[in-house]
């Protein structure tokens, strides 16, 4: 039950992240401040990656999972952490010597302007899918804490994640997510180590899950038949298929090395190695959060059952068991907890924490989004009309004699995908968030691994035209696999696709 407790410590940690946002936009004077920062050391870097890649993917996600699959849900967050650590041993020090600002621009440089346009596109639906994932995690948080129409919730939570970003660039992300980090460590470990003395270790949270599927109604609701099921399902790291779990972890580990915001946080730093201390405290970091909060989920499945569940025990003439609380659904797992089994000042720390780290991961989304549409889709058309044109005008765009620099279109560009984000979540608010977060990170990968890494490290191996069929053809091919539901991950039949055409367009030496 929200107690006002709870609804102080929710405005009192959001308003210090604001504050901290507004106060370092200040610093903002130019639009490359505003996109790379450049003078930032590792603990900022670690801010600006963690309070992008820890969203509510990993907390209210992973604790969705953990709720119906147990171990096996810590993979989102081995996933990231993989791919932080990938970002800062391989990529860290080309990416900054490559002297680019956008991972496009890298692109572009190496196989055209065509090649860089295509991309540009490509990466910006898998990132559009990411940020409506965000806008979902909020506005499901606003709603069971506020009792508020989605439609509304969803309006509040863009305008949260507005202003986040728009007044600090990657110095609010910076900035917000160090803050977010002690905030949310100190609330993991609280959850973590509440549900281990409530829950008895690990050997009695299974317990407690074995009890609840004792009832045959609840059991057979979910497919469970036996213990050996059971403990298949909560106890195994791969209960969902090794290409299943796996594939999602590999989705992570690429989506993130590919993911503008993430490079970004790398361009920021003071130095390469700094850069890569960065990175490297993300890598250690994230499990941490990730292993709490499959317990949190596993310790709740031991202990509450769901609406559904409810019904259909109630459809068989029985009632609630004794000790065992009501969800509406899975999503709604870690928010209960911290409702229910936290002290109310560290459940209010613990719920503002939450929602800032949604509303973080989306403003760093939405300002990576913006970039790439400002820098490699705006900029590319005026330089063409310019050209057309033999125009000298410098970057700005016009819109009826209305003059906009290059910040001012990056800002712009933030409101308009939010704005997008909001209408297309709610037409799709049946959706599973976990869904939308791997096929958000899987299209990017997809789309961008191959061009990038052969751009990086092997120039002048590959042929543009191939490159750009690639990345069209694997984006087709993991949509596809996707849409028909093919055995394993997507993501291997966008791979295995792309690196064939690219292959195929092998220059000779």
Known sequence: MLTPIHI???????????????LSGRKVKDAKSFTTGGKAGSWMVCGAILGTLVGGQSTIGTAQLAFSFGVSAWWFTIGAALGAAALAVVY?????NSGCT??????????????????????LIGIFISIMSQVLSSSAMVTSLFHLPLTWAAVISAVLIMLFVLFGGIRSAGAGGIIKLLLLYITSIAAGAMVWYLGGGFKGIMGSIESVYNNPVVADL?????????????GNMVARGPLKDIGGCLSLMLGVVTTQTYAQGIW?????????????????????????????GMYMRGHYVTTSELAALQAAGQSLPEGIGVIEGSLQTFPTFVLNHLPSWIGGIALGAMLINILGCGSGLALGAATILVRDVIQNLINLRKQSSKATTDS??????????????????????????VVVALSVRGTFINDLGFLSLGLRAVALLFPLSFALFLPGRFSGRYIIAAMIAGTAAMLLAKAFALPADPVYYGLALSALIILLGTRRQ
């Open 8 to 22: 102080i410590g929710i405005l009192l940690t959001v308003g210090l992240l604001l504050a901290a946002s507004i």
């Open 102 to 123: 956008t991972l496009l621009e890298i692109v572009s440089r190496e196989y055209g302007r065509r090649a860089e346009t295509v991309g540009s596109l490509l990466f």
């Open 268 to 296: 920021s730093a003071a130095t390469t190695r700094k850069a890569r201390r960065g990175a490297l405290y993300c890598a250690f970091l994230i499990p941490l959060i990730g292993a709490a909060c499959t317990l949190v």
């Open 92 to 96: 860290a020090k080309p990416l900054r």
């Open 396 to 421: 700005q765009f016009s819109i009826f004699n209305f003059q906009f620099s290059i910040l001012t279109q990056t800002r712009l560009s933030i409101v308009a995908i939010l704005c997008l984000a």
């Open 222 to 234: 979910n497919g469970i038949t036996d213990i050996e099921t059971i403990h298949h399902h909560y």
